[in-house]
C-alpha cells in the first residue's frame, strides 16, 4: 500500500503566523484527510477531501489537494500555541477499505 | 470527543506475560482498527475489523492476535509480551455505512513497556 510522505518533518512558528504543511502520496485515491494528534493522545480528524475536489475549507483551516502532483497542504492561519501538535495526512487508497497515515509534521507554535 | 475508550492508558510488564488491550466504542460503528505508533513516528495498522466475527491483519506484521465478539469491543492479546512490543497503541473505529470514505475516530491510546 502507498504512504503518505508529510513535509516539513518539524515546524517551529510563532503565535498569529500562518502554518503550512504538505503531504505527497503515491497512487491513486479516493479522498485524503488530514489529522492532527495532540502528544500522547489519539488523532482527531480534521478535515477530508475528497479527490474531485481541489480546495476546502473548515474555520483558519484550507486544504488544497492537486491530484496530477499526488499532493496536498494544510494551511493553518492566524496559529495559536493550542495548535502545538503533530499533524497527519491520510489517504483512502482506491480499491482499498483502510486508511494509509503518513509521517507527520510537528507544529510548534510558540507564544 | 470521540466516544472510544481504551483501557489501559499505560501499562508496564515483564517479558513473558499475556497482555490484553481493551478498546470499547459506543458509536455503533462496524468497523475498528489498532495501531501501532512509536514516539514521533507513523501509524502502522496492525489489526482491522470489518464487523462481529471479522478480523484481517494489516500492513504491520504483529505477534498480536485480536477477536470481535461484540460490535462495540475490539480487544488486542499479546500472548507472551516482549521488549519489542514497547510501543502505543490506538484503536479506532469508523461507520463502514458510508462506504470507502472512512472518518476514522480514535481512543486515547495505550503506552505499553515491556521490561
Known amino acids: 500500500s502507498q504512504q503518505g510522505e508529510e513535509d516539513p518533518q518539524a515546524l517551529s512558528i510563532q503565535e498569529g503566523e500562518n502554518a503550512t504543511m504538505n503531504c505527497s502520496y503515491k497512487t491513486s485515491i479516493n479522498n485524503l484527510q488530514w489529522y492532527r494528534q495532540n502528544s500522547g493522545r489519539g488523532l482527531v480528524h480534521l478535515i477530508l477531501?475528497?479527490?474531485?475536489?481541489r480546495e476546502k475549507h473548515s474555520g483558519r483551516l484550507r486544504v488544497t489537494l492537486d491530484t496530477s502532483k499526488k499532493s496536498s497542504s494544510l494551511l493553518i492561519t492566524a496559529s495559536r500555541a493550542a495548535d502545538t501538535a503533530s499533524y497527519f495526512c491520510a489517504t483512502d487508497d482506491s480499491g482499498y477499505s483502510t486508511l494509509t497515515f503518513g509521517k507527520g509534521t510537528m507544529l510548534l507554535v510558540s507564544p | 470527543e470521540a466516544d472510544i475508550y481504551q483501557t489501559p492508558r499505560y501499562l508496564v510488564i515483564g517479558t513473558g506475560k499475556k497482555i490484553t488491550l481493551e478498546c470499547s466504542q459506543t458509536?455503533?460503528?462496524?468497523?475498528m482498527y489498532w495501531y501501532q505508533q512509536d514516539p514521533g513516528m507513523e501509524l502502522h495498522l496492525i489489526h482491522y475489523s470489518y464487523g462481529v466475527n471479522s478480523t484481517e491483519k494489516g500492513d504491520l506484521s504483529s505477534e498480536s492476535t485480536v477477536s470481535r465478539i461484540r460490535t462495540e469491543h475490539f480487544p488486542l492479546t499479546l500472548e507472551s509480551a516482549r521488549p519489542s512490543h514497547t510501543s502505543q497503541y490506538l484503536c479506532?473505529?469508523?461507520?463502514?455505512?458510508?462506504?470507502?470514505?472512512?472518518?476514522?475516530?480514535f481512543g486515547p491510546g495505550t503506552r505499553l513497556l515491556v521490561l
Open positions: 477531501i475528497r479527490s474531485n475536489e
Open positions: 479506532a473505529s469508523s461507520d463502514h455505512t458510508s462506504g470507502w470514505v472512512e472518518t476514522q475516530y
Open positions: 458509536m455503533g460503528h462496524d468497523k
